[in-house]
């Protein structure tokens, strides 16, 4: 405690604190694409409401776009097998697959769970759910033939019980001895007292609950599947699992009309769900399944039938559920439907039964962004109008043959209006885009403006190549027709499709420029296509020009993977991005850096053994660098490996570590440490400064950074590249420069002379190697950006000329950023003197993954006017914590636990916005969006409209007991947001219903004298508040608590004590805890006096928490590492 107690510097001001409240704040925003995983369905008819329930416990409701709410269950393991919205009443109750109940409300814009019910024994499993028409009580068919009925008000189970011994009494005796589990219950229509039981073995009963008793028993030969009254209330359909569908009528007697078999007469697929349509005409029958088991069982299907108009829909993954929505809801008569809602494993799909055709309709919102895998993503801020229009004009001409022009249907809710208020984001005001590269050669154009995802556009990468897999795809049109004339009338719908035609086609890394409308597409084998956006059809000759980047090593042999074959002739391309030229490298491997300068016409692309510099306007390579290791010419990986030779090194190497953490720990005790060597371009060692250090002056030990092998086969390949018009040479004048990072520490800077003007269509680009910096521990530089005299990042191509950015400044030196894995560092230029550094993982050991710059905003309504900070460094690491620093001394302002640790696709996957926002893969199939900035928040603002009374709630007396939980659950929820605070997310963790958090971190000082770069920031930032909000522990309050036997004058103190806390319905005596609390200016300091000190740490494994539930572990006290304890903490005895 000694460190903490000794002041370390001077600590921000009050005004700094409050700045840094209003300029950083981490929060989960948005979730875009389609759930993982769905595994239920469900519709309002009257509130026009959308339900989706995933195997994770989550729930999603949707209205009109841009009406979205989130919920999730405690159990996460526990899907959500069944929804059931209680019309008109903002009410869902869901069934999970652990046989719990749960009743959800829509509340001032989130999705709250308010009840919960189960039932216990494997014979209560339940099997069938039906809501009454009056929606007083849930029917709960179970697997041990029992119903049970649910009192919806109550959320109780109702004395009453339809027993299933009561209703065999007059059945046939084959059927009384087990008739299976209740598979089916039905409400007949215009009589609410009569319900249809259906159960497993084929056995179905008409039942009065009035009388109560059976009425007609209806008895089929094959298993029963679903049930569905016809709208009339006289006559209803059975479906079957031998393929079949049967219907009755009740007016007639128990025999049925002959069973029909659709697509027999061979052996066929269970019919897993009917509906029974009414038209005006004629009725529609729509059912899943069907097919024959020997030529389409492993076809996915949804049959339509109206008439003579037969047609089976055939989709790429599993039905799940499906549903229609009439025409008009009031027509007790008539109940012909408009649209087909079908939930697919992967995808929502719309049809459209108003048209002729029955096209699909187009999604405003759960669109599949996995239609092929997602294999990149980049994020353009600022697009301009006329690009933007182009973009949308040629979208819809791509999808002019394909989509019903009818709006959509789901329009339940209300947006609210922005009142331009703090909270706004300034991306709402900003046409943004998010480009998506995927595994089938696309890149997929989506408005991410908004809080539903849409899809623009789409560029294939595949019109430029020929093979054997890709030409068989022009003759899909003709097998199509073909197969239109058999027997089942197949249609194939629906936009997911998990099969690459050829895996060379993927889009590893994707640039555009979006003020000169150019766009550089990278991918697999090492094809760079540069395009332009156009307006007509034109029919034009592509160039492609071939690279040798290892032409200087004649040794070298490339084992991989061909290059795909150019097209040649002229190609006819559509409006839209249309490539204007085509960079083939050789070898052909994966691009793994991509940057374009559309100002000088450049692009530049590294691969595993180097980089080409590329003009496209002239269509010729510039420069080509080979940084392959001289003695490794057979490819990465391709060298034969010793294991006497890798055993003797290991060993070697594992001796030298222990010798020297030993010499190390020797010199630390007596005081004298050796001078940190210092050279143009090294990392500084991870060493003690020069001077002695008493025992309270002593740092925390820094974990010991290997330098990696120089002769690392990986190490040639180039991570990261830069252009930049900035100090290279002299202070004189700027030059035109390319900056490459690689996998093995060092940084390439080359010098670029682009001629000006008309010469340049003329004379060469000339580029030549300038500089070269290798970094000591040879960690992979993941990223490099040049800020201008004030610390500005330099302009993107263009910014200047559009009048959106200032002309860089030059009256101070400018600094370059180089991020590498392991530390931040800065360099001023043009004399690459080190400026300051940061080191990540010799303090905290872990590594960077991303790197960006970004610009935070806040409103300062004391002044009139917007602050911002330009030149915060946003960082992600292997751990998934997002780290903000400020340039250009690298002080901490947040630490973020943003993706799980676990979560490897997620930490890969994520790309910065410029204002303090991200995305990542929060599963396969959705995109969760992020925001570090306070202002830069995006999210759903809506509401439901009830009538009044909608929701009636009984009243009871309350027991003593009950009037107890009521007191602890106060109690409980003043540490969890109110429903006020929720609609103020600025101010609080809850957005719509989605629980986040926030970490921060302090980090300890390390101080350096003279000349030499400072580390992690300023000596006196030291004790700065990583992201102030209420609840935060720093180290300044532990140093004034020890410090001062007294509060300041607007500083109080209170006691916080924990007896007992209410979770799940059950009590559990907990030991309690007492906490100190100093308030200070509004931000709530805590205190616990405690050797074992408990850190609590956000559980982001939940990422849709409807409830601030924290997980708490208890560990040895770091107090560098406290976090948000906003809640109670209890310790159990």
């Not at 009950?962 to 006020?980: F, G, L």
């Not at 208890?1114 to 903490?1129: N, T």
Request: hydrophobic letters at 35%; one cysteine or more.
């Amino acid at each position: 405690m000694l460190k903490f107690i000794r002041g370390k510097g001077q600590q921000p001001s009050a005004e700094r604190q409050k700045l840094q409240r209003e300029l950083f704040a981490f929060r989960k925003t948005i979730q875009h694409g389609f759930p993982n995983k769905p595994t239920s369905l469900a519709w309002d008819p009257t509130l026009r409401l959308l339900a989706l329930g995933t195997a994770s416990g989550a729930i999603k409701v949707f209205g009109k776009p841009g009406v979205e709410f989130y919920g999730q269950h405690t159990n996460h393991e526990a899907a959500v097998t069944r929804l059931v919205f209680i019309p008109n009443e903002g009410r869902i109750v869901s069934l999970c697959d652990d046989n719990s109940l749960h009743m959800w409300e829509i509340n001032e814009g989130s999705l709250e769970e308010v009840k919960a019910q189960a039932l216990e024994g494997k014979l209560k499993r339940i099997s069938a759910i039906a809501l009454e028409t009056a929606g007083e009580h849930l029917l709960l068919g179970t697997e041990g033939g029992n119903i049970y009925l649910l009192n919806l008000k109550t959320f109780q189970m109702s004395d009453t019980i339809i027993y299933q011994d009561i209703v065999m009494q007059n059945v046939p005796e084959d059927y009384k001895i087990n008739p299976g589990a209740v598979e089916a219950i039905a409400e007949q229509p215009g009589n609410p007292d009569k319900i249809l039981i259906g159960y497993n073995r084929g056995l179905m009963v008409l039942w009065n609950r009035k009388t109560p008793g059976a009425e007609q028993n209806f008895i089929s030969n094959q298993q029963l599947e679903s049930i569905c009254w016809h709208k009339s209330g006289t006559r209803f359909a059975s479906s079957h699992n031998d393929g079949s569908y049967a219907m009755w009528d009740i007016s007639v007697g128990d025999k049925a009309e002959d069973p029909v078999t659709v697509y027999g007469p061979f052996p066929c697929k269970a019919v897993t769900k009917f509906l029974w349509r009414r038209g005006r005409n004629e009725d529609y029958i729509i059912f899943a399944g069907g097919m024959p088991r020997a030529s389409y069982s492993d076809r996915h299907t949804v049959t339509v039938q109206h008439g003579e108009k037969h047609v089976v829909f055939d989709f790429t993954s599993k039905v799940i559920d499906f549903f229609t929505i009439a025409a008009d809801e009031e027509d007790t008569e008539y109940d012909e439907p408009e649209t087909l809602i079908v939930l697919l494993e992967e995808e929502l799909v719309a049809i459209d039964l108003l048209s002729e055709d029955w096209r699909m309709l187009q999604l405003p919102y759960l669109v599949s962004l996995h239609a092929s895998a997602v294999t990149c993503a980049q994020h353009i801020s600022n697009v301009p109008e006329d690009l933007w229009e182009a973009i949308v004009a040629a979208g819809k001409q791509q999808t002019l043959e394909h989509y019903s022009e009818r709006e959509w249907p789901v329009d339940g809710g209300r947006v609210l209006q922005s009142q331009g208020s703090e909270e706004t984001s300034s991306t709402e005001f900003n046409k943004e885009l998010l480009l998506t590269g995927h595994e089938d050669g696309t890149v997929r154009f989506w408005n991410a403006g908004h809080v539903a995802l849409q899809p623009l556009y789409k560029f294939a990468s595949a019109q430029l190549f020929s093979s054997e897999e890709i030409g068989s795809e022009a003759n899909n049109g003709t097998v199509d027709e073909e197969e239109e004339e058999e027997w089942p009338p197949f249609r194939k719908v629906g936009t997911f499709d998990p099969y690459s035609d050829d895996p060379r086609l993927a889009v590893k890394k994707v640039a555009l420029c979006p003020f000169s409308g150019t766009l550089a597409v990278a991918g697999t084998a090492g094809a760079v296509i540069v395009a332009k956006i156009g307006s007509d059809t034109l029919e034009t000759e592509v160039n492609v020009t071939t690279t040798n980047i290892v032409l200087d090593r004649d040794g070298f042999v490339w084992k991989g993977h061909d290059q795909l074959t150019a097209r040649t002739g002229a190609l006819s391309l559509a409006p839209g991005f249309q490539p204007c030229s085509v960079l083939q490298l050789h070898p052909p491997a994966a691009v793994t850096a991509l940057v374009l300068q559309a100002d000088w016409g450049l692009v530049a692309a590294g691969t595993a053994h180097g980089l080409a510099l590329f003009d496209y306007i002239r269509h010729k390579g510039v420069l080509t660098k080979c940084t392959l290791n001289p003695n490794d010419l057979s490819g990465a990986g391709d060298a034969p490996i010793s294991r006497r030779k890798s055993f003797k090194k290991s060993l070697r190497e594992s001796f030298r570590r222990l010798r020297k953490g030993r010499s190390t720990r020797r010199t630390d005790k007596r005081g004298v440490a050796s001078p940190v060597p210092k050279k143009d371009g090294g990392a500084e060692a991870s060493t003690p400064s020069s001077a002695p250090l008493s025992p309270v002056e002593a740092k925390p030990v820094e974990r010991q950074v290997e330098a990696r092998p120089v002769d690392d086969s990986l190490g040639s390949m180039v991570r990261c590249l830069y252009f930049a018009k900035t100090f290279i040479i002299s202070v004189q004048s700027v030059t035109a420069t390319l900056w490459a990072g690689t996998n093995n520490g060092t940084v390439y800077v080359f010098t670029i002379a682009v001629p000006v003007g008309q010469r340049r269509t003329e004379e060469d680009v000339t580029c030549q190697l300038g500089k070269e910096i290798q970094l000591k521990h040879r960690a992979p530089v993941i990223s490099v950006a040049v800020l201008d005299g004030i610390n500005v990042p330099l302009p993107e191509p263009f910014e200047i000329e559009k009048g959106l950015k200032k002309l860089p400044d030059t009256s101070g030196p400018h600094r370059v950023v180089i991020c590498s894995e392991e530390q931040f560092k800065i360099f001023t230029l043009p004399s690459l003197k080190p400026f300051c550094k940061f080191k990540l993982t010799a303090h905290e050991g872990s590594r960077v993954r991303r790197m960006s710059l970004a610009h935070f905003v806040t409103s300062r309504p004391d002044r009139g006017a917007q602050y911002s900070e330009w030149c915060i460094v946003v960082s992600l690491t292997n751990l998934g914590d997002c780290i903000v620093l400020s340039v250009p001394d690298l002080r901490r302002q947040l630490n973020a636990a943003v993706v799980r640790r676990e979560d490897i696709n997620g930490i890969s996957s994520l790309t910065f916005t410029r204002y303090g926002e991200a995305f990542y893969l929060h599963s396969s199939s959705e995109l969760q969006r992020i925001t570090l900035s306070a202002s830069t928040l995006l999210y759903p603002r809506c509401r439901i409209d009830l009538p009044e009374g909608a929701r009636q709630i009984p009243k009871e007396e309350e027991t003593e007991e009950e009037e107890m939980e009521v007191a602890e659950e106060e109690e409980a929820e003043n540490a969890s947001p109110s429903a006020a605070a929720r609609d103020h997310p600025p101010a609080s963790h809850t957005v719509n219903g989605d629980a986040t958090h926030e970490e921060n971190k302090d980090v300890e000082p390390k101080s350096e004298d003279g000349e030499e770069a400072k580390e992690n920031g300023a000596e006196e930032d030291r004790n700065d508040i990583s992201a102030l909000s209420v609840g935060d522990i720093t180290i300044d309050s532990v140093k004034d608590h020890l410090l001062t036997s007294t509060a300041t004058e607007d500083g109080r103190v209170t006691e916080l004590k924990t007896e007992r806390l209410e979770l799940n319905s059950r009590t559990t005596e907990m030991q309690s805890v007492v906490m100190k609390t100093t308030i200070i200016s509004s931000s709530e300091t805590t205190v616990i006096n405690s050797a074992d000190i408990a850190v609590v740490e956000p559980s982001l494994a939940d990422e849709q928490r409807a409830t601030n539930t924290l997980e708490i572990k208890s560990r040895k006290a770091p107090l560098a590492r406290m976090e948000d304890l906003e809640v109670e903490i209890p310790v159990q005895s």
